[in-house]
Structures are given as structure tokens and as C-alpha cells.
């Protein structure tokens, strides 16, 4: 079975850090682009982060440009969100999903994204 599960959420004060997980079981991110996304009460989901199959190509969303680096270990067949200067706007559920085509650049989070977690909630108190 095909799974992603996240982890690492958690409440923390504006400015701390947190770092989310993205393991997948069943199967080998090797050759998957990987996607973070958020999605806050009230809002559409949006794109923060994506990473290609190899790891040389990084993408961010401009409100996580400095703050968040994405990267991943295929040994370990996971994918990491490290989010530090955590800002109240930064609260919502984050989600990781395999990229159905191999993009990570501009647009890249309008491209199809398939096999999705079911989201680890980050809180930010303020």
C-alpha cells in the first residue's frame, strides 16, 4: 500500500522551529518530486516547498523563501520541512504528496500531486 505520513507538528511560539517529516511506506520516494503543502481553517491549500528526485532542486513559496529548507534522504525514504522564524500566519496543516510529473520550479504547485498524507497540524501561539 502506498502511503505518505507526516509528522512534527506541534504548538510553538512565534519565531521558534519545528521540522516536519514526510515517511512514505510501501514504496521508494527515489523517484518521486516531493511537495510540502499548507492549508490553513478557512483557506485553499498552497504550495510552501517542492524537492526533486535527486535532491539538487529546491523550490519555495515566497512567504518560505529563509525560513523553511526542504530536503530528503532516501535512505531513510523521507522527506523533511525544517521551518524556523515560525510566524502566527504559518499556522494550518501541512501535507506532503508525490509529484505525479518530475517538476520542482516555477508552477510547480499546480502541477498534479498524488498520494497524499493526511497532514500533521502546526500551531503557532501568539
Known amino acids: 500500500q502506498v502511503q505518505l505520513e507526516e509528522s512534527g507538528g506541534g504548538l510553538v511560539q512565534p519565531g521558534g522551529s519545528r521540522r516536519l517529516s514526510c515517511a512514505a511506506s510501501?514504496?521508494?520516494?527515489?523517484?518521486?518530486?516531493i511537495g510540502w503543502f499548507r492549508q490553513a481553517p478557512g483557506k485553499e491549500r498552497e504550495g510552501d516547498s517542492c524537492i526533486s528526485v535527486n535532491g539538487g532542486v529546491t523550490y519555495y513559496a515566497e512567504s518560505a523563501k529563509g525560513r523553511f529548507t526542504i530536503a530528503r534522504d532516501n535512505a531513510k525514504n523521507t522527506v523533511y520541512l525544517q521551518m524556523n522564524s515560525l510566524k502566527p500566519e504559518d499556522t494550518a496543516s501541512y501535507f506532503c504528496?508525490?509529484?505525479?510529473?518530475?517538476?520542482?520550479?516555477?508552477?510547480?504547485?499546480?502541477?498534479?500531486?498524488?498520494?497524499w498524507g493526511r497532514g500533521t497540524q502546526v500551531t503557532n501561539s501568539s
Open positions: 510501501g514504496f521508494t520516494l527515489d523517484y518521486y518530486v
Open positions: 504528496a508525490l509529484g505525479v510529473l518530475p517538476v520542482c520550479a516555477t508552477g510547480w504547485d499546480q502541477a498534479p500531486f498524488d498520494s
